[in-house]
Each structure stands twice: as C-alpha cells, then as structure tokens.
C-alpha cells in the first residue's frame, strides 16, 4: 500500500507568502522615520531604516540568513550599542562599508565580503573570550557556514535550527499554540538531521539548505499579513498537518510561559519534598510570587488558561502555608488554654493538604510532559524523519 502523504512544507509555505501578496495591508504599517533611539544631534538619531541596513548588511557580511529569534537578538544589539557613543560610532564604520560597497560592481561585492570577514573575524574571535555580544556574533557565522555533515551542500547549524524553528511555528500556528523548539530540542533534532543527511536526496539536501532564508520569508510575511488571511492559512495547516490524538488531547506545551510555568513547578515541588519542618515562610512566598507573575502570562495565552488556573491554586496554597508559618506564636497566644497545641495541629494538617496538592499537580506535570513529547515525535514525523513530510496517521 502506498504511504499516504502531505503536501510538502514548500506547498504550504508558498500559499503562505501568496496569500500575504495578495493582503490589501499589512497589519502593522511601522515607518521608516521612526526614531528607535534618540541622541543629540537629532541626526545622529537610530531610525528604523538605518536599523534595518544594518541588519542586512551585517547577515549579508555573515553569510547568514537570520531567523526570526537571530533578527531580533541581533536587532537588540544594535539598538544597544547606539546608545554608547563609542560602539554608535563603530555601527557608523559599518553603515560606511554598507554605502561603499553598495557602488561595487555586483562580481566584485563576494570579494569584498571575504576580505571584510578577514577582518572581522579575528577580531571578534578575540573578544568573544570576554564579551557576550562577540560570542554571539562568531557562534551565528559558525551556525550559518561550519558544516555539521558534509555533502553537497553541507549540512549547518543555521540550516537545522531553521527548519526545526518553521516547523514549529507552522504545527503552533495551526493548532493555536505559540509553539517554539527548547534548546534541548535543537540539539536533538541537528543529531537526528546529521545522522540522516548522508540518506537525504539532493532535492530535500536543497530545500533544507535554504530554508534559513524561507523561514525568515514566512514570518515576515505572516507578520504582514491580515487577521483573515492567518486564519485562512491556519486552516490549510490544520488540514495537512493534523496531530495525533494522543499529542491533541491537551494543549500544546512548548510556550516560552508554559516551559517556565513547568520548570519553576519543578523547583517548588523539590523543595516541597522537604520534611514539613524544613519549610521556610519566605521562600513559600518568593515561589509564590514567581507562580503569581507565571500565571499573569499564561491566562494572556488562550491555550494555557486552564493551566493558569492550576498555577493559581498552587499560588494561593503557597501563600496560606506561609502565612501559618510566620504567625502560629502569634494565633496561639491570641487563643485559650490549649491554643498551642491547636495552632500546631491546623498548621499540620494545612501542610498535608499542600503535599496532596503537590502530588495532583505532579500528576499534571507528568501528564504535560507527555504530551509535549507526544508533540514533538510528531512534529520529527513531519519534519525529519528524515524529512520527507509524510503523514504516517493516514487520511
């Protein structure tokens, strides 16, 4: 019997950018004036224009096609480094080389570019030992040029996170989730793609190529396109790229609120493993003030509301135990005879009844954990296995 197949990401992709063409307006129309960073002389002022030449120059001098994250971490930077006089005046260098070799004839700009990395590099490389924003900079060219698997072309890092990245945010859109790969996860994907690539015919080693450049075409053209038109190309998705039941019976557990809200459970829960006399009123509130700011993101997320809730009552039964913790002295001497022995017994049961709270929401956590690995088998099934785009569900 045949495999049963989807259309490829490309299909999906093009309607994507076509539909986008096709849109009577962006949704956000930002213009190129507006001022980012405003210094004196009022010339020497950051635009939006002169940031977004220095974006493409710099992923241009890089050999880099940025994604989303890249862009906006990279647009970070820059704005940073306007705002010191001496880094704005090194950003000016840049522009200076942007605006020379503009003039070049178009066969003579690659050389110019391998002279400038020459440059570049060294230098970078050097101050990557103690400056972050170097590190960075030299780990986005390796990313984007030192090959993980050789052939032709080879396999990069760039190549990998892209896709990994596309994919996500396509099965997210689709399903209503704000869904983006852990580091964990692109790392597991990079492995499984380089131990695959030797396998890959020369078209998918293409498509996989470029999709740096893809990836950063569809999120720029779903920005810009109309609420309309998302939804319509969140329906397609949908269709083509549908979840098994076992991934779709809870929501999709991979929001940078959601990852947080299960990390942080992790910690309270460890510490709540404690004897109940180890338990300090302090910390019970620090946690509950982190499980507080949690929850305030997750209920903005329509997907996360009902975890939020759960959140919440974890919150409330922080705060209750904390407050008994500060104050049994207190309520004790407040009482008759006995109140002592009372004060303690209250506080005894209110602890059991926080460890029995716990134990349901581990039972949660382990449920989500489930599911996002359900998730993610599915979305490899879809994107690197070994990245044919099958549907092994059928239809």
């Known amino acids: 019997m045949?495999?049963?197949?989807?259309?490829?990401l490309r299909a999906c992709v093009a309607?994507?950018?076509?539909?986008?063409?096709?849109?009577?307006?962006?949704?956000?129309?930002?213009?190129?004036?507006?001022?980012?960073?405003?210094?004196?002389p009022a010339g020497e002022s950051l635009t939006r224009a002169t940031h977004e030449r220095l974006v493409q120059f710099i992923e241009w001098t890089?050999?880099?096609?940025?994604?989303?994250?890249?862009?906006?971490?990279l647009g970070e930077i820059i704005i940073a480094e306007w705002r010191l006089p001496k880094d704005r005046e090194g950003l000016k260098e840049w522009l200076a080389a942007a605006d020379h070799i503009d003039t070049l004839p178009a066969d003579q700009r690659p050389f110019v570019r391998?002279?400038?990395?020459?440059?570049?590099?060294?230098?970078?490389?050097?101050?990557?030992?103690t400056d972050a924003d170097a590190r960075w900079f030299i780990a986005l060219y390796d990313a984007a040029?030192?090959?993980?698997?050789?052939?032709?072309?080879?396999?990069?890092?760039?190549?990998?996170?892209?896709?990994?990245?596309?994919?996500?945010?396509?099965?997210?859109?689709?399903?209503?989730?704000?869904?983006?790969?852990?580091a964990a996860e692109k790392d597991e994907w990079a492995k499984a793609l380089v131990a695959g690539w030797p396998r890959l015919a020369a078209e998918r080693k293409r498509e996989i190529a470029g999709s740096p450049l893809q990836w950063a075409e569809v999120r720029a053209s779903w920005d810009a396109a109309k609420a309309s038109?998302?939804?319509?190309?969140?329906?397609?998705?949908?269709?083509?790229?549908?979840?098994?039941?076992?991934?779709?019976?809870?929501?999709?557990?991979?929001?940078?609120?959601?990852?947080?809200?299960?990390?942080?459970?992790?910690?309270?829960?460890?510490?709540?493993?404690?004897p109940a006399a180890e338990w300090r009123a302090d910390h019970l509130t620090r946690e509950a003030d982190a499980l507080a700011k949690l929850t305030?993101?997750?209920?903005?997320?329509?997907?996360?509301?009902?975890?939020?809730?759960?959140?919440a009552q974890v919150e409330k039964g922080l705060r209750d135990t904390s407050q008994r913790l500060r104050a049994p002295t207190a309520a004790a001497s407040a009482s008759a005879g006995g109140s002592a022995a009372q004060t303690a017994a209250d506080l005894n049961r209110n602890m059991a009844a926080m460890q029995m709270q716990q134990q349901a929401f581990r039972s949660q956590m382990q449920f989500m954990e489930q599911m996002r690995q359900a998730q993610?088998?599915?979305i490899q099934n879809y994107g690197n296995n070994p990245y044919r785009y099958s549907n092994p569900f059928g239809r």
């Open 62 to 73: 890089f050999k880099a096609p940025l994604t989303p994250s890249q862009r906006a971490r």
């Open 376 to 378: 993610f088998n599915t």
């Open 296 to 311: 305030a993101q997750l209920r903005a997320e329509p997907a996360s509301r009902a975890t939020a809730e759960r959140l």
């Open 145 to 182: 040029n030192k090959p993980i698997a050789a052939g032709s072309p080879a396999l990069t890092r760039q190549m990998s996170d892209a896709t990994i990245e596309m994919t996500y945010f396509i099965l997210g859109k689709a399903h209503g989730a704000d869904l983006q790969p852990s």
């Open 229 to 274: 038109d998302r939804a319509e190309v969140a329906a397609l998705w949908r269709k083509d790229f549908p979840l098994p039941q076992a991934a779709a019976d809870a929501p999709l557990v991979a929001s940078p609120a959601q990852r947080a809200a299960l990390a942080k459970l992790k910690e309270v829960d460890a510490y709540l493993a404690q």
């Open 114 to 129: 391998e002279k400038l990395l020459e440059e570049v590099l060294p230098a970078l490389r050097a101050q990557a030992k």
């Open 15 to 40: 309607s994507l950018l076509l539909t986008a063409a096709l849109a009577a307006s962006p949704v956000c129309a930002a213009g190129p004036n507006d001022v980012l960073v405003a210094v004196q």
């Open 2 to 8: 045949p495999e049963p197949t989807t259309p490829t």
